[in-house]
């Protein structure tokens, strides 16, 4: 009896030896197994990078960003881009050009009067037009010429003010439309705006034309304006191109 039972305690004091031991080889096996298993995944990261981090451009944005280059370096290459132009002497108003904007603002103050005027971007011409002789050859000389749009408004410390709409030709200044702007009217209420400008007493036009030219606005500031905004328009392209490639890049 105590024979078998020595047996039994050293069968009991093996066992768990043995399983401890087979414990600790399947432990060992399995952190060479990971191991081998994380290398192997490691490698495969450096050799085949992630899609979603590596993704290649679509070929038609490669396509556009190489014409965007292209564009950019013309528009670089011209000579208005970076002309900056000297204000003349006795030039009446000042200037305010914000780039980015579409158009340039000037002011000056006359005799009690606020002179602003919004210059738009240029209406150019560089084709020849067409040589049919249909009665309407006035009209048709001045499609053919390079224009600036204009807003003027004259206005008082208080009370409307009138504003002219006028398209810059080269030495001609033509008033398309005058009105009277309140500024108290809502934006709901519909002004008169007046016959068309073309349709007054051609003394009334005359005189207008007088009106605006002592404030300012006669070919001598509209040429000098006319130069402005065709570099302008320079500037503003090249740096409209920039965005567009920036943000195709991005």
């Known amino acids: 009896m105590a024979f078998a039972s020595m047996l039994r305690r050293s069968a009991s004091a093996v066992v768990p030896l043995a399983i401890r031991a087979i414990r600790s080889q399947r432990h060992h096996h399995c952190s060479a ?7 192997s995944c490691s490698l495969h990261r450096s050799l085949f990078p992630s899609v979603r981090h590596y993704s290649s451009r679509p070929s038609a944005d490669t396509s556009l960003l190489q014409v965007l280059e292209s564009e950019i370096k013309c528009a670089q290459e011209s000579d208005d881009h970076d002309v900056v132009e000297e204000v003349p002497g ?6 305010e050009d914000n780039p980015g904007q579409q158009t340039i603002s000037l002011t000056r103050e006359y005799q009690g009067e606020t002179i602003s005027v919004e210059v738009h971007m240029p209406d150019l011409v560089t084709g020849e037009g067409d040589d049919n002789d ?3 050859h006035d009209d048709a000389e001045s499609s053919n010429q390079s224009s600036i749009p204009l807003v003027v408004r004259v206005s008082k410390r208080s009370g ?6 006028c398209t810059a030709y080269a030495d001609e200044i033509v008033i398309d439309s005058l009105s009277v702007k309140d500024p108290e009217n809502s934006e709901d209420q519909i002004a008169y705006e007046g016959p068309d400008f073309s349709d007054l007493d ?5 005189a207008f034309h007088k009106y605006l030219e002592i404030r300012g606005i006669k070919p001598s500031t509209t040429n000098f304006l006319h130069e402005y905004m065709i570099n302008k328009d320079s500037r503003e392209y090249l ?3 920039k965005n567009l490639k ?5």
Not at 160 to 165: D, K, N, Q, S, W
Not at 246 to 250: D, H, L, N, P, R
């Open 90 to 95: 006795g030039f009446p108003f000042k200037i």
């Open 160 to 165: 409307p003010c009138l504003e002219f709409g």
């Open 33 to 39: 197994l990971f191991s081998a298993v994380n290398r």
């Open 246 to 250: 920036k943000f195709i890049e991005a």
């Open 134 to 136: 249909d009665g309407h």
């Open 239 to 241: 740096m409209w191109l």
């Open 202 to 206: 051609e003394n009334l036009q005359k």
